[in-house]
Every structure is written in C-alpha cells, then in structure tokens.
C-alpha cells in the first residue's frame, strides 16, 4: 500500500457511525474511499453540503453539485443543502464531529500551520482556521517528512492556523496524539520501527513502552 | 459582492457584462475568484478589480500575480468569518464576535473581547453597494430559490447590499415557488436578469 492509502485507511478506522465529518482537500478527501462497510457517516463539504457522496461517473456530474475544491460530486438520499452562514455555523458551532485536514508543520504541542508560506504560498486560509477552531475533533492526514525533512517540528515556524492543538496525526509512519499537550507515538506504521519514526520527527516524541502497530 | 463558490453559483451573465462595459476599480467581496476566465475570474482577467476581499485565491494564478506586483489589494479572511461579517451587514449588526484566528496573523490590529473565559475577536460587518448574485429560481416579484451547492453566499449577500441584481437560470410565474420554498424574499431583490 503506498503511503497515501495507509493514511487514508487508518484515519477511516476513527468514523463511528452518525459522525458527521468534514474532509479537507488532497489525501483526507481519499479517507472517503475507505469507509468500514458497518460505518455509516455524513460527509460535509463546506460549500454547502452534508451528504457529499462519490465522484460522479463520467457523464453523470451535475455543474451546480461540487465538493468544497469546486470539483463535481454527488449527494446521497438523504443529503442536505444549504448556505455558506448554516455550513459554518455547523463547523463554528461544534456541531461537526471530525475534521481532517492536511499539514504543513505540526509543532510538538500539536499546533497546526497549514494554510501558508510567507512570500512563496498565499492561496488565504479558505475554511481551515474556522475548521480547526470548531470542530469537535482535528485529525491531521499527512505524509511524515517532506523532501526528507521533518514536518512534526519543536515549533512552527510557519503561521499557525489555530491556537488550538490538533487530536490525531496519522501519517504512513506513525500516529501520533497529544495527552496532556505532549506528541506521544501511538501506533507504529506497516514495517516502520520507533527509531525510524524518531529519527524523522523533530519535535520530542513521548515513546511508550509498548507501541501497537497500525491494524489496517 | 458577488455569490459563488469557485464558480459555481456566480452570475456568468452579470460578470460578462461588467468585463464588456469595462467596469474598472472595482472592489469584490466573494468568497473566492475562482479560476482564470470564470465567474470573478472573469474580472480579475480582465484588471478590473481594485481590491479583492476574499477567503481564497489559491487557484487562481492571475489573482496571485496581481497581487504579487501590487497590481491588486487582497485581504484574505476566514471564510466563516467573511460570510459572518456579511451576513452582520446584512442584518444589522455591528459586527461579530467569533474564536476563528484567535492567536494568528488574523487577529493583528482586532480588538480580543473575553466571554466566559474564552477569547473572540471583534469582526466588524461588511456591506456593499451592489450584490451580484445567481439563483435557480426567480418569480417575477423576485423571490428567490437556490440549486443544489450553487446557494453558497448568494442569500447572504443578498441582504447586505444596497442593490440586489439576480440572474436566474429559470423565471417563472409569481406563486410557483412555494412560501416554505423561498430562500430570499422578493422584497430583497432589485433586479432580475435572465441567464439564457
């Protein structure tokens, strides 16, 4: 399975049936591939959507239908529309009861900066720092390092996106969670040892004496 | 302002209509500018707009070269707090006081109020001359329904505008869309626009 899958795959694992559940763009979007046959979930899409199912088939995509990246999708029996106020009062309000979202950094803390690189990205925040803020749970979908460097970081040094600390980091490598404000290794990835996961986080990792490893 | 969520949801029609009459130095307030050649697009292509006040421009290049050469002001906000801002305007309200950008860049030159223990920051509303908005919908009083996620901004800024322009997909006759159906009330509405 390519790293990618195995993110995917994992955070699935923590939807619990009558969930209703916003994905952010890029790999939280695959998270929706990998519903347990037993889960049923709402999916929001924060253009104003709770229902949002699969890509449409080829012919099929409606142009007033789309996903929070303006790409076309499909509502399910039983979705709801509405407007932009009603679909942030549901992620203000607390009324969402999980989030994934992708990462530039973590910090070790679990502090969030995804949404900017001063001078080089300024695509604007979209719906994140509101996400982040209101919902019930923050699941971070990312890839462990990037171009070899670590992104789980003593501290961000990008803008943060909330002062609110994220509740789960899943990357191909690692989970990773924040007890008592500490990133403390939860669950080891396929064929990945805790000294691997060490060595490609920078932020001081509480390692447990026994690590599970990803039931996938 | 003008409705839409990366374009779906804009007065196509509308937005043509400005580029082709070359309405310049204008400032836009939507929750993004879309892609290069549609909806507010459209407009940032053809360098007409002054100002952007959006949530995202991420995917639209140009946008981000005119800002880039200064060409164009771009104030970036997060989208629950643009659209709570204008829905303030709309309804009267001073402004908003919300927990979104507690603690960041956003919250630089706010004033941080403190309720029950907890930090908001004071969000002031927006109004606009004019709201450029699309509906399904439209009967010959104006009243309004929306299509599926094409609804988006567009009833917000409905009511935040001094003028209140809609393109419709559909015009039809006054009592064929249901009381319970209406999303904007006629009264809102200044002038409608067919879109075929």
Same mark, same amino acid.
């Given at each position: 399975?390519d790293?990618q899958?195995?993110?995917?795959?994992?955070?699935?694992?923590?939807l619990r049936t009558?969930m209703l559940?916003?994905?952010?763009?890029?790999?939280p979007?695959?998270?929706?591939?990998?519903?347990?046959?037993?889960?049923k979930?709402?999916?929001?899409?924060?253009?104003g959507?709770?229902?949002?199912?699969?890509?449409?088939?080829e012919?099929m995509?409606?142009?007033?239908?789309?996903?929070a990246?303006?790409q076309? +999708?499909? #509502?399910? =029996?039983?979705a709801?529309?509405?407007?932009?106020?009603?679909?942030? /009062?549901l992620?203000?309000?607390?009324? @969402?009861?999980m989030t994934?979202?992708g990462a530039?950094?973590?910090?070790?803390?679990?502090?969030?900066a995804?949404?900017?690189?001063?001078g080089?990205m300024?695509?604007?925040?979209g719906?994140a720092m509101?996400?982040?803020s209101g919902?019930?749970r923050?699941v971070?979908?990312?890839?462990?390092?990037?171009?070899?460097?670590?992104k789980?970081?003593?501290?961000?040094t990008l803008?943060l996106?909330?002062?609110?600390?994220?509740d789960?980091?899943?990357?191909e490598?690692? +989970?990773? #969670?924040? =007890?008592?404000?500490?990133?403390t290794?939860?669950?080891?990835?396929? /064929?990945?040892?805790?000294e691997?996961? @060490?060595?490609?986080?920078e932020?001081?990792?509480?390692?447990?004496d026994k690590?599970?490893?990803?039931?996938? | 302002?003008i409705?839409?969520?990366m374009?779906?949801?804009?007065?196509?029609r509308?937005?043509?209509?400005l580029v082709?009459?070359?309405?310049?130095n204008?400032?836009?307030i939507?929750n993004?500018t879309?892609?290069?050649g549609?909806?507010?697009?459209?407009?940032?292509?053809?360098g007409l707009?002054?100002?952007?006040?959006?949530?995202?421009?991420?995917?639209?290049p140009?946008?981000?070269?005119q800002?880039?050469?200064?060409?164009?002001?771009?104030?970036?906000?997060?989208?629950?707090t643009?659209?709570?801002?204008?829905?303030?305007?709309?309804?009267?309200l001073?402004?908003?006081?919300?927990?979104?950008?507690?603690g960041?860049v956003?919250?630089?030159?706010?004033?941080?109020?403190?309720?029950?223990?907890k930090s908001y920051?004071?969000e002031?509303?927006?109004?606009?001359?004019?709201?450029l908005?699309?509906?399904?919908?439209?009967?010959?009083?104006?009243?309004l329904?929306?299509?599926l996620?094409s609804?988006?901004?567009?009833p917000?800024?409905a009511?935040?505008s001094?003028?209140?322009?809609?393109?419709?997909e559909?015009?039809v006759?006054?009592g064929?869309?249901?009381p319970d159906h209406?999303?904007?009330?006629?009264p809102l509405v200044?002038?409608?626009v067919?879109?075929?």
């Amino acid at each position: 399975m390519d790293a990618q899958s195995i993110i995917a795959k994992r955070i699935a694992l923590e939807l619990r049936t009558g969930m209703l559940v916003n994905l952010g763009i890029g790999i939280p979007t695959m998270v929706a591939n990998y519903v347990p046959d037993n889960i049923k979930v709402f999916f929001q899409s924060e253009n104003g959507l709770i229902g949002t199912g699969p890509i449409p088939e080829e012919g099929m995509a409606h142009p007033l239908l789309t996903d929070a990246g303006g790409q076309p +999708v499909t #509502a399910l =029996p039983g979705a709801s529309t509405f407007d932009s106020a009603m679909s942030f /009062g549901l992620i203000r309000g607390g009324h @969402v009861d999980m989030t994934v979202l992708g990462a530039l950094q973590i910090d070790g803390k679990g502090l969030l900066a995804n949404w900017m690189i001063p001078g080089k990205m300024v695509p604007g925040m979209g719906g994140a720092m509101d996400l982040v803020s209101g919902a019930k749970r923050v699941v971070i979908a990312m890839q462990h390092t990037a171009k070899g460097k670590p992104k789980i970081v003593n501290k961000c040094t990008l803008p943060l996106t909330s002062i609110r600390p994220v509740d789960l980091v899943v990357t191909e490598m690692a +989970v990773i #969670a924040f =007890p008592e404000g500490r990133a403390t290794l939860m669950e080891t990835g396929p /064929g990945v040892s805790v000294e691997q996961i @060490v060595a490609a986080t920078e932020a001081k990792l509480v390692v447990p004496d026994k690590i599970p490893t990803m039931q996938l | 302002m003008i409705g839409g969520f990366m374009g779906v949801g804009t007065p196509e029609r509308i937005i043509d209509e400005l580029v082709r009459q070359g309405k310049r130095n204008l400032t836009v307030i939507a929750n993004d500018t879309a892609v290069p050649g549609r909806g507010v697009g459209k407009l940032v292509d053809a360098g007409l707009v002054r100002k952007t006040i959006a949530s995202h421009i991420g995917l639209n290049p140009e946008t981000q070269r005119q800002m880039i050469e200064k060409k164009m002001e771009v104030d970036l906000i997060p989208q629950g707090t643009l659209i709570e801002r204008i829905r303030a305007g709309g309804c009267g309200l001073g402004g908003v006081l919300t927990p979104t950008g507690v603690g960041t860049v956003v919250e630089e030159g706010k004033q941080k109020i403190e309720i029950d223990g907890k930090s908001y920051l004071l969000e002031t509303a927006l109004h606009a001359d004019f709201a450029l908005i699309n509906a399904f919908l439209a009967d010959y009083l104006g009243n309004l329904s929306y299509a599926l996620t094409s609804r988006n901004f567009n009833p917000i800024i409905a009511m935040a505008s001094d003028t209140t322009i809609v393109s419709a997909e559909h015009i039809v006759p006054v009592g064929l869309i249901a009381p319970d159906h209406v999303v904007t009330p006629a009264p809102l509405v200044d002038y409608i626009v067919a879109n075929g």
